[in-house]
């Protein structure tokens, strides 16, 4: 039979916590190396992953800051993309002119496209636009029945 002290240890034996080791060097290092990995994958993914774009045409959401030349008078005008609730792109265009909400935002390919539509004293008129992202910059045109005008932009901090 055991003796009561050589029992207590039996049973107690198992339960006994580890003592924790000081960590190696090689650890530290490679925690460090880790940490330094992951700071550069943030940093390398620049302006666009901080964005964290999650569906594509994603790179278009936020206000652009638009500038044209009609028939020798640039044109000002903010173009504002947004995704909606139920996960359809969105937008609107406001200038000196007037604002207006965006038509048939589609993206596909790289490619924004929108139809807009004005009331002038003619009557209402659809322009269509496509726009493409460039450097961080937005180029793109729209298509009036008097034929099509280039714009480009930049996008506004935020």
């Not at 028939?71 to 937008?91: K, Q």
């Not at 200038?95 to 207006?100: I, N």
């Amino acid at each position: 039979m055991m003796q009561p002290a050589a029992m207590r240890d039996h049973l107690i034996r198992p339960f006994r916590i580890r003592q924790e080791r000081p960590m190696r060097m090689s650890s530290i290092r490679f925690v460090i190396a880790g940490a330094l990995f992951t700071a550069t994958a943030l940093i390398a993914s620049g302006p666009i992953g901080a964005r964290a774009l999650q569906h594509p045409g994603d790179e278009f959401i936020g206000t652009w800051m638009i500038e044209m030349n009609m028939r020798g008078n640039t044109i000002n005008a903010a173009l504002t993309i947004l995704r909606t609730e139920d996960g359809e792109l969105a937008g609107s265009w406001s200038s000196d002119r007037g604002s207006s909400d965006l038509q048939d935002v589609k993206y596909e390919d790289g490619k924004l496209t929108f139809r807009r539509t004005l009331s002038t004293p003619r009557g209402e008129m659809s322009i269509d636009h496509e726009a493409r992202i460039k450097d961080d910059k937005i180029e793109g045109s729209m298509k009036t029945p008097r034929g099509s005008t280039p714009f480009s932009g930049t996008r506004e901090e935020t």
